[in-house]
């Protein structure tokens, strides 16, 4: 079995947790509020892509059934690396919406997803980690 390296994700919620802080310190700086959504697109992304894998790696599962992110969201929440798969849906519909974000209540709304999203996420890498 390959050794799955988890450090590009840690270092990933890491920046997008510094984002936070910066925006919390400036609130007022929109360009701040946009960092925070671009990080949490790469960490999401991230998220899912080494979620799959550690399915695939960790529990032997079949790319068939790994088709879509809502297949993995399940399967991840059957070998319990993730609690919640109604909250990772709203997490990768929130993502997919960020290269369509035009007016600032949507921007504020992903931006909220965001601040969810790394509280979840950090319990998927601990729970990742530990499958291996």
Known sequence: MTRLNYD?????LARLE?????AS?????LTVRDGVIQRFE???DLSWKLMQRTLKE?????EGILLSKKDIFRQA??????????????HYEARNKTSHIYDNQEAERTFERARLF???????LERMRNAI
């Open 8 to 12: 590009a994700l840690e270092n990933a």
């Open 118 to 124: 790394l509280a979840d996420a950090k319990i998927v």
């Open 42 to 44: 790469i960490a999401m």
């Open 77 to 90: 929440a059957k070998y319990r690396l993730l609690d919640d798969t109604e909250a990772w849906f709203g």
């Open 18 to 22: 510094e984002g936070f802080v910066d």
């Open 58 to 62: 960790a529990y032997q599962l079949d």
């Open 25 to 29: 310190n400036y609130p007022q700086l």
